[in-house]
């Protein structure tokens, strides 16, 4: 156990640690199952091509590039922008009553994630009654800046006005959970709501 003191904020990666998340919840609404879909979420619109609207750029601009490369899937990959929330899942069981738990503690709740800032707002509106709980939520898209980057994590220490100590970090993503750890943040690597319940009360929270 470190001797640093114990970390009286949390703050959470959303995709796949609060919402599940993968293009193939659109997608299979609007192509077959199979392998046309396969190869389309494989070839196209891929998880890669994607992560550009993480890092900042626009939805046209990244759909402009794609549809020049496929263009028989042009209407397809025209869906992605206006469809974006249906490729959002349900939440990850136990980890919504989680947050409200700690918030009902008075544990101050914050936010990391890699997400677009086009795809935010209307995604952070629908599921106010969650977001309303953070006190504060950094977008990659809007700070042009991605997870595991150390200056994304700095960013958002600064803005939530912490020392790299005082926060538990939670993401699904090992990459992301060690660049968080690299400045001192306690980071730890979701998988589901047992083992991060777990990983909370080690570091002192009473959950």
Request: hydrophobic share 50%; charged share 25%.
């Amino acid at each position: 156990m470190s001797d640093a003191p114990a970390p009286s904020a949390v703050i959470f990666d959303v995709g796949r640690v609060l919402y599940d998340w993968d293009p193939r919840f659109l997608y299979e609404r609007l192509i077959p199952p199979g392998e046309a879909l396969d190869a389309f979420l494989r070839d196209v619109v891929t998880i890669e091509w994607h992560f550009q609207h993480d890092e900042g750029r626009s939805f046209a601009e990244t759909s402009a590039e794609l549809i020049e490369r496929f263009p028989e899937h042009a209407d397809l990959i025209r869906h992605w922008g206006p469809r974006f929330l249906d490729s959002i899942g349900p939440a990850i069981p136990g980890m919504h009553e989680l947050v409200a738990e700690l918030d009902a503690a008075g544990v101050p709740l914050f936010a990391i994630t890699n997400f677009s800032a086009e795809f935010w707002p209307p995604f952070r509106a629908r599921e106010a009654a969650l977001f309303d709980r953070f006190r504060g939520i950094v977008v990659s898209g809007d700070e042009r800046l991605v997870k595991p980057d150390p200056a994304i994590y700095r960013l958002a220490l600064e803005r939530f006005g912490l020392e790299p100590h005082a926060a538990a970090f939670i993401d699904d993503n090992r990459a992301n959970v060690e660049g968080a750890a690299a400045l001192g943040i306690r980071a730890i690597h979701f998988t589901d709501v047992a083992s991060t319940r777990a990983a909370l009360r080690e570091v002192g929270f009473a959950v």
